[in-house]
């Protein structure tokens, strides 16, 4: 099983307020790396997949980074609004198989 | 509508009496996956499948088995299920890119099991 580390597990963000969490996962045979969006009592969606090391990604208010040598990654939302509030999964794909990270809960006050 | 259809959504049962859950997916998806999500632990790989008539177990596959005998359906089977075994279970489907490197995941609705 692979180790795929998320921090914090979860974050409290007041309304306006921009913030990031990180993803660590292991930096040899690494294939992809995805961010899912996970609303409760819905299905995990996908945000992003990167693939190559110094990859940047920006969907709206959210992007991510990507070092796949040191073996992370940083999702960023700028200006978080009470929609934002989700758990955010990473997953480290490797020959295959997808290892998800237990997430970081992101819960954002009006 | 592209989707992942999963069924049954509940599902409450006893212990050793076989189940089914099914997925099906209307994409033309080469990949399917089977995870299963307990507090705490993240979502957990039990079998995926890179294409017809080929599985292949993933971290947790002790207790389950799957077929895929046509590309939109990858069923998991539960042949004798254990308390142990309740947890929510979600189907994953995605086209494969070259070199082990898949598109994201699309999801199914998930099954929540409870074994009793």
Avoid at chain 2, 49 to 68: C, I, L
Avoid at chain 2, 79 to 85: A, I
């Amino acid at each position: 099983i692979l180790n795929v580390e998320q921090s914090p597990q979860s974050l409290h963000v007041q309304e306006g307020d921009s913030t990031n969490f990180t993803c660590s996962f292991p930096s040899s045979n690494f294939y992809a790396l995805h961010w899912y969006r996970w609303e409760t009592a819905k299905s995990p969606e996908a945000l992003f997949v990167m693939t190559l090391n110094g990859d940047e990604k920006k969907k709206g208010r959210i992007s991510a980074t990507l070092n796949t040598k040191e073996g992370y990654s940083y999702l960023y939302i700028k200006g978080s609004q009470p929609e934002d509030s989700a758990t955010y999964l990473c997953a480290f794909m490797n020959d295959y198989k997808l290892s998800f990270g237990a997430g970081t809960t992101v819960t954002v006050r009006a | 509508e592209a989707q992942v259809t999963q069924n049954p959504r509940y599902l409450i049962t006893v212990t050793g009496k076989k189940l089914t859950v099914t997925c099906s997916q209307n994409m033309n998806h080469e990949y399917m996956s089977w995870y299963r999500q307990d507090p705490g632990l993240g979502l957990r790989q039990i079998y995926y499948s890179m294409n017809v008539e080929v599985t292949d177990k993933g971290d947790v596959p002790e207790g389950y088995k799957v077929s895929r005998k046509e590309k939109r359906n990858f069923p998991l089977i539960l042949e004798s299920p254990s308390p142990n075994q309740t947890s929510l279970y979600f189907c994953a489907s995605s086209f494969v890119l070259g070199q082990g490197a898949h598109y994201g995941y699309t999801f199914g609705s998930g099954t929540r099991l409870t074994v009793v």
